[in-house]
């Protein structure tokens, strides 16, 4: 799954570990999420849905949709 979190985070000049710290989660976990090598559970996209005022479809992608397009 693509995001758009590593953006909307140097956009607020967060670091991993701010942003971690107002998710409950640690830097690593923010990290991972920015690679594409986690994908994050339902409660925590919401939550980060929320953080960034957006709608998740707005942070998160399926790489499937975006291949048909």
Not at 4 to 12: M, N, P
Not at 29 to 34: C, D, F, K
Not at 42 to 54: E, V
């Amino acid at each position: 799954m693509k995001n758009r979190l590593k953006v909307l985070r140097a956009e607020r000049d967060w670091s991993q570990a701010n942003l971690g710290e107002r998710l409950d989660v640690s830097r690593q976990t923010i990290n991972a999420i920015e690679k594409g090598r986690y994908d994050p559970s339902l409660p925590l996209a919401f939550k980060i849905a929320r953080l960034f005022a957006m709608p998740i479809e707005e942070i998160f992608k399926d790489e499937i949709d975006e291949k048909k397009k």
